[in-house]
């Protein structure tokens, strides 16, 4: 069965800082994975998607960038971290009509 | 340009009553539009899904409408149980390969026993 993790869970991190959220999926080869954003009062916002290794698009432009290095291996960096980039992260692989995403656990990330 | 909106931040919601969840699209060009029920700290899980070809779908309790004429959707819980008081996300996706679902910005439903 097809399972995503990603870590870590929690994670509190001062402006300025870098930032590395690791996804993987396993169960399944070439996945579109995605990063969505949930922050206050902005429901899911779509960050990311890759729909193979090295490809990647970006939907908003923002203080992170994205990179898939492996097939099942979805990565969220930033260099410097700003207040606003907090945030609950969740990635996510799939689509299609029937079963549409299956997203991870998420990580909440706290920028002070 | 916000192509999936939910207009209701929250809905209450006695236990055993209907709850009726909304949500309005501007893209015509959606193929499928999806519910997902997220809890506090988890990520989201799917829920319920319906055709844009389709005008109904039934799940159990849950039941999924759609109104291509007015581009709304609505999801009915019935009867409503308090283990059903999440956060509901309406979106909307492509059929199209390299696309991504589109999401509302979520509706806070509370059942109160």
């Known amino acids: 069965s097809q399972t995503i993790h990603q870590w870590p869970a929690t994670l509190v991190q001062p402006v300025g800082s870098p930032l590395s959220l690791e996804c993987t999926v396993e169960?399944?080869?070439?996945?579109?994975l995605y990063w969505y954003r949930q922050a206050a009062g902005r429901g899911l916002q779509l960050l990311f998607y890759?729909?193979?290794?090295?490809?990647i698009s970006s939907e908003v432009p923002q203080n992170l960038s994205a990179s898939r290095p492996q097939d099942r291996q979805f990565i969220l960096s930033s260099k410097k971290l700003l207040l606003s980039d907090s945030g609950f992260y969740l990635c996510?692989?799939?689509?299609?009509?029937?079963?549409?995403?299956?997203f991870g656990s998420g990580t909440r990330l706290t920028v002070v | 340009d916000q192509q999936v909106k939910q207009n209701s931040p929250s809905l209450s919601v006695q236990e055993g009553r209907i709850s009726i969840l909304n949500c309005d699209y501007t893209?015509?060009?959606?193929?499928?539009f999806l519910w997902y029920k997220k809890y506090p700290a988890e990520g989201p899980t799917f829920l319920i899904s319906?055709?844009?070809?389709?005008d109904k779908n039934e799940d159990g309790r849950f039941t999924v409408f759609l109104n291509k004429s007015a581009k709304h959707l609505s999801l009915h819980i019935v009867p409503s149980q308090p283990g059903d008081s999440a956060v509901y996300f309406c979106?909307?996706?492509?059929?199209?390969?390299?696309?991504?679902?589109?999401f509302g910005k979520g509706t806070t439903l509370s059942v109160s026993s």
């Open positions: 996510a692989w799939g689509g299609g009509a029937n079963y549409g995403y299956t």
């Open positions: 169960g399944t080869s070439n996945p579109n």
């Open positions: 890759s729909v193979g290794i090295g490809q």
């Open positions: 893209n015509s060009m959606f193929d499928y």
């Open positions: 319906i055709s844009s070809i389709k």
């Open positions: 979106a909307g996706g492509h059929d199209q390969a390299g696309t991504a679902l589109i």
